[in-house]
């Protein structure tokens, strides 16, 4: 008894020096002198793209908690009001401005009106600080954004949709099992789930495990604390080439922005967020979804999707989901051919459930 005594006596003085240790490493990392790592440059200048607007595009702002939230509010030429509405916004950072508006557009010319609209602190929107992306927020976002959705008099309230991508694909599943109101979802290479499957390679092809531990144990974890205890807050770019320090360092990543994003687009995300990714699993909740869902599934998303997330999600969902296969990357389905492909699949889908 004595030796067990003992060998748990030192099993718990060394967690206790891991605890210490890593407290002291956390503080220090929030408080040595440290500047947030400037945005990769540019190898272009954004494209000037005209676009065709089918209807009316109003400015419009609505408020969370005293921020004022920017949108695009879209009614279409056709039709009679109240007409279906879908309620859209980007994943991981990203804005309205970041390719929303051709499939805001599409949708409108289809006889939908939209509301696209800025998480807090990003975009056009009010909050700081500057470039915060926090998932409690952007899901009172969500439900600030349906709640204006419904409340607009050419709207009909009973046939709102839900669109979302990457990190806002896992919000508009998260708002279908609060809202029983919600007429369907599309929610294109969602983040529902995390998974180690494939981790070492999507690691690998990121810049290797010297990028995701000095991402996570010194950029996040300095802005993590330095957010507890009041201090500015620690950014590091949101999209880069491979091998840089960037939070997405993905060519496909850096190609969407070099070809979409607007001049003023802010390519900085505040780190700390790279720590809470993985404890958002929406899926979880999906015994409370009441509406059809369509996933649309890039099959070489070896990180977001893979094959036993979107089999779990198939599972759970059962003849509620709706799934859509394209050969191409996470970010392929943004810039690729199979962006009109996979816009064509979700006006048919809304067609079909919000229309008929």
């Not at 890593?22 to 272009?44: C, D, E, F, H, N």
């Not at 001049?263 to 059809?292: G, H, W």
Request: charged content about 25%; aromatic content about 8%.
């Amino acid at each position: 008894m004595s030796i067990l005594l003992t060998v748990l006596m030192w099993v718990g003085i060394g967690i206790g020096g891991l605890i210490v240790c890593y407290g002291l490493w956390a503080l220090t990392i929030a408080l040595v002198p440290m500047k947030s790592v400037k945005p990769q440059p540019r190898r272009k200048s954004a494209p000037k793209r005209e676009l065709r607007l089918y209807g009316k595009r109003e400015d419009v702002f609505f408020e969370v908690k005293g921020k004022k939230l920017a949108a695009w509010f879209h009614l279409p030429e056709k039709g009679e009001p109240p007409y279906p509405c879908i309620v859209m916004a980007h994943g991981l950072g990203g804005t309205r401005h970041l390719g929303l508006a051709p499939r805001a557009a599409r949708l409108q010319r289809e006889g939908f009106a939209v509301l696209a609209f800025d998480y807090r602190c990003l975009g056009d929107s009010e909050g700081e600080p500057r470039q915060l992306v926090w998932i409690p927020y952007q899901q009172e976002d969500w439900r600030a954004a349906i709640a204006y959705a419904r409340n607009r008099e050419e709207v009909d309230a009973d046939r709102v949709g839900l669109w979302g991508s990457s990190l806002s694909g896992g919000h508009v599943v998260q708002m279908a099992s609060e809202d029983e109101r919600i007429g369907c979802v599309a929610a294109q290479v969602p983040l529902i789930k995390h998974s180690q499957e494939n981790t070492g390679e999507v690691i690998r092809q990121a810049g290797g495990w010297g990028w995701l531990l000095k991402l996570a144990f010194v950029h996040a974890l300095r802005d993590l604390m330095r957010s507890r205890l009041g201090l500015s807050p620690h950014r590091v770019p949101l999209l880069g080439p491979p091998g840089t320090m960037a939070a997405l360092p993905d060519e496909g990543a850096w190609r969407l922005y070099e070809e979409s994003a607007p001049d003023d687009f802010v390519n900085q995300i505040c780190a700390r967020i790279m720590l809470r990714m993985n404890r958002y699993e929406p899926i979880k909740r999906s015994a409370t979804i009441r509406c059809p869902v369509m996933l649309g599934i890039a099959d070489n998303d070896i990180g977001t999707t893979p094959e036993s997330v979107v089999a779990d999600a198939e599972r759970r969902l059962g003849k509620l989901c709706e799934t859509r296969h394209y050969p191409t990357d996470h970010f392929g389905i943004y810039t690729s051919g199979y962006l009109e492909k996979s816009i064509s699949d979700q006006v048919d889908f809304y067609r079909r459930h919000l229309m008929s």
